[in-house]
T-cell receptor, first 113, second 115 residues
Framework: DGGITQSPKYLFRKEGQNVTLSCEQN?????MYWYRQDPGQGLRLIYY???????QKGDIAEGYSVSREKKESFPLTVTSAQKNPTAFYLC????????????FGEGSRLTVL | SQQGEEDPQALSIQEGENATMNCSYK?????LQWYRQNSGRGLVHLIL?????REKHSGRLRVTLDTSKKSSSLLITASRAADTASYFC???????????????FGTGTQLKVEL
């Protein structure tokens, strides 16, 4: 089945450690996105990618990094520079940048101990 | 800052009743979308309404858009316990950085449908 796969579902990290969240899609979509969700705050855009080997900062990119070496993959690294990384992270894709609906993965919940 | 704000923040109804939630936004848009999120899961797209449309239906869902008031409403008719979820509106607006349209999500309405 076509869709977006995020892994891991749950992740625990100690302060000072970098962690990488995986996002893979087999929908043949050009655009991919990372959102952060905190309770009561809706979704905030971290990074987005319009096409392979290209990505742009969103509203809250500080402390995060991404890569887009393959069309199918858009991993997100939460670095130790992110002050408050505990959150629910959602990856999404669309055929082209912000045209129509976004297709979301099931999310990854990161907890910093 | 959030472009869309949903109202109410939380809504509790009985099965079979209708549920109405509203979304207000600040700037001109090209389209407005509604998404649903079950607890701890990803978002699922429900419906998209363009700025030149006033009303749209999809099954038990009815969405209205009033661009003069910068508001939209989502009506779920004959609600079911399975409709229990959070509902988000998302609006597109020209990106401030000039990088194309940007989709901005509201804070959501938590709907609980009780048996």
């Amino acid at each position: 089945d076509g869709g977006i796969t995020q892994s891991p579902k749950y992740l625990f990290r100690k302060e000072g450690q970098n962690v990488t969240l995986s996002c893979e899609q087999n929908l043949n979509h050009d655009a991919m996105y990372w959102y952060r969700q905190d309770p009561g705050q809706g979704l905030r855009l971290i990074y987005y990618s319009q096409i392979v080997n290209d990505f742009q900062k969103g509203d809250i990119a500080e402390g995060y990094s991404v890569s887009r070496e393959k069309k199918e993959s858009f991993p997100l690294t939460v670095t130790s520079a992110q002050k408050n990384p505990t959150a629910f992270y959602l990856c999404a894709s669309s055929p082209r940048l912000y045209t129509g609906e976004l297709f979301f993965g099931e999310g990854s919940r990161l907890t910093v101990l | 800052s959030q472009q869309g704000e949903e109202d109410p923040q939380a809504l509790s109804i009985q099965e079979g009743e209708n549920a109405t939630m509203n979304c207000s936004y600040k700037t001109s848009i090209n389209n407005l979308q509604w998404y649903r999120q079950n607890s701890g899961r990803g978002l699922v797209h429900l419906i998209l309404i363009r700025s030149n449309e006033r009303e749209k239906h999809s099954g038990r869902l009815r969405v209205t858009l009033d661009t003069s008031k910068k508001s939209s409403s989502l009506l779920i008719t004959a609600s079911r316990a399975a409709d229990t979820a959070s509902y988000f509106c998302a609006t597109d607006a020209v990106g401030l950085t000039g990088g194309g349209n940007k989709l901005t999500f509201g804070t959501g309405t938590q709907l609980k449908v009780e048996l």
